[in-house]
């Protein structure tokens, strides 16, 4: 399979990382004065991919400074990994919640496993390769990266998960937002500009955390955010009053479908509904049957998301 990848601007490469679908994960890559560094990378599949896309910008493995992580999902960080083996001078960067993972990822393998089953596990991810200690950087809030003169900013930011950070670029005026600015592809794009919304995602889904995240975002004036699905969105106070709105509806929705006797069913069946109906508003170029099955791993994993959120919730109080 051929790396996708887009122009740079900036020095930021946006590349494909393969993951399910074509233009459906991202990984970044940033040059500066000669020195790279990844932000997010996949998984193992990936590596390739975004090896070749280093050779393209004319770069040896030697160039690569860092491998930034947003968090450590699967689908982020799977291939750090492998493809810190490739690259002889680089250090791995995450959320200091995260970095333990990287470390040793025995856990993360034991609960996707428990999720996908060993066979599905395998196919999608490979072996979860540990990180050495030594090359592993905990980054708390406020930590800089320093690549080639170019300052990176990492950012706390819960609410897709406890271990989530994003990386704030000066020079684009971007935030590199993982998960935590939500979800946009590019095949719903209309007239009306990019179509975005928030991922839960199971298992540490917080509203209010994430709502806080997205305005300590805005504080900086972005102009751009660099999402992993799927690459870069601009209008972003436009997208930002879009994604509190939503997350404001998808907990009343799923309290709204608490208690009920089938309520993983019943909030699909309101999310699916709910956003079909932005969709249309939105005069997204696609039917009703498309979008559903474009957006429907994310409405199953949302409803998950906001499931467990719902059962916290009731513990704590």
């Known amino acids: 399979m ?21 233009s459906f994960g991202a990984a970044y890559l940033v040059v500066e004065q000669g020195r790279a560094a990844f932000v997010d990378c996949g998984t193992n599949h990936s590596v390739p991919l975004l090896l070749q896309a280093l050779a393209d910008a004319g770069l040896g493995t030697d160039a690569v400074d860092w491998v930034v992580l947003t968090h450590a999902h699967l689908d982020h960080a799977g291939g750090a990994g492998l493809l810190m083996q490739r690259l002889p001078n680089a250090r ?14 025995q856990r993360l393998v034991a609960g996707a496993t428990a999720v996908y089953g ?11 390769l540990p990180v050495p200690e030594e090359r592993v950087v905990a980054a708390g809030d406020g930590h800089v990266i320093e690549l080639g003169g170019r300052v990176l900013r990492c950012l706390d930011t819960p609410g897709h998960a406890r ?21 946009s592809y590019r095949q719903l794009d209309s007239d009306a500009g990019a179509f975005i919304l928030p991922t839960s995602s199971p298992v540490q889904f917080e509203p209010e955390a994430m709502q ?12 751009v955010m ?11 106070r436009r997208l930002a009053a ?3 709105e939503q997350i404001d509806a998808m907990v009343s929705l799923a309290q709204a479908c608490d208690g009920g006797a089938d309520r993983h069913r019943a909030l699909v069946a309101a999310l699916s509904e709910y956003y079909l109906e932005r969709a249309q508003a939105h005069r997204v170029p696609m039917d009703e049957a498309g979008v559903l099955d474009l ?8 409803a998950q998301g906001l499931e467990i959120w719902l059962d916290r919730s009731r513990r704590r109080g």
């Not at 806080?212 to 102009?223: Q, T, V």
């Not at 660099?226 to 972003?236: D, Q, S």
């Open 92 to 105: 791995l960067v995450a959320h200091p919640r995260a970095a333990p993972h990287m470390i040793d990822p």
């Open 212 to 223: 806080a995240s997205i305005r300590r975002m805005l504080e900086a004036g972005p102009e």
């Open 295 to 302: 957006l429907g791993m994310d409405i199953e994993l949302n």
């Open 2 to 22: 051929r790396q996708q990848q887009s122009a740079a601007t900036h020095g930021i490469h946006t590349l494909d990382t393969g993951y399910v679908r074509p």
């Open 226 to 236: 660099y999402l992993t699905h799927y690459g870069p969105v601009r209008e972003v």
């Open 163 to 183: 271990h989530h950070m994003c990386i704030w670029d000066e020079r684009s005026r971007g935030w590199f937002a993982g998960d935590t600015f939500g979800l």
């Open 118 to 128: 060993e066979e599905e596990f395998a196919r999608h991810y490979g072996q979860l």
């Open 242 to 244: 879009d994604l509190h």
